[in-house]
């Protein structure tokens, strides 16, 4: 397996250009996550989905959107560039029913820089 | 979930034990302590979690203090590879929730 893949490792935009950060994994994990990493902090919750079809806002969505349109995949598109989104994206995936707990697997990150 | 506090930095020396401690004070009743690394630019990596009891992993041991409010982790023998940011996050209960990471402890082990 190899987990959760990420792609582009490293990417520089310029202020008002749109991309998409792909994040794919291969160990049919229903839930999925994407964070962002600023220089010395913490990481903080963008979009998560729970499925197939269903996303929802984590802690800081504004500048982005998500798609879930297979288990494998949850993209995250970048509208507009801005010099804030300067950062390091990690996705994430986890297997859960019930009342589970929260065991993620983090992709290696994708490094963005806006100009 | 719950606010942890833990140290900013400690060292450790290869070989020896790391304790890196977690204070989650408000924790509540059917909340987990989890615990993730981070080396260098990774993505993090889980560790272990726990409820109420102790729990060993291969990777390190968990304690818990009775009344819950705080924790330690444990890494019996560092080596330099342990070197990283450690997160200890309380809270996550249920499928949809979701983990918040703060800023960590930084464990720098030394020769």
């Known amino acids: 397996n190899a987990g959760v893949t990420q792609t582009p490792k490293f990417r520089i935009l310029k202020i008002g250009q749109s991309m998409t950060l792909q994040c794919a994994q291969d160990m049919n994990h229903n839930y999925m996550y994407w964070y962002r990493q600023d220089p010395g902090m913490g990481l903080k919750l963008i979009y998560y989905s729970v499925g197939a079809g269903i996303t929802d806002k984590g802690e800081v969505p504004n500048g982005y959107n998500v798609s879930r349109s297979t288990t494998e995949d949850f993209p995250l598109r970048l509208e507009l560039a801005a010099p804030s989104q300067t950062s390091v994206y990690f996705c994430a995936s986890k297997w859960a029913v019930g009342s589970g707990a929260n065991v993620l697997t983090f992709g290696a990150g994708s490094r963005l820089t806006v100009l | 979930d719950a606010k942890t506090t833990q140290p900013p930095s400690m060292d450790c020396a290869e070989g020896r034990a790391a304790n890196l401690p977690c204070n989650h004070s408000?924790?509540?009743?059917?909340?987990?302590v989890y615990w993730y690394r981070q080396i260098h630019s990774q993505g993090p990596q889980y560790i272990i979690h726990?409820?109420?009891n102790n729990e060993t992993n291969e990777m390190a041991s968990l304690i818990i203090t009775e009344d819950r409010k705080s924790s330690t982790l444990i890494l019996p023998h560092a080596t330099l590879r342990d070197t990283a940011v450690y997160y200890c996050i309380a809270g996550g209960t249920g499928t949809a929730s979701k983990l918040t990471f703060g800023t960590g402890t930084r464990l720098q082990v030394t020769l």
């Open positions: 408000t924790i509540s009743g059917n909340e987990y």
């Open positions: 726990g409820l109420k």
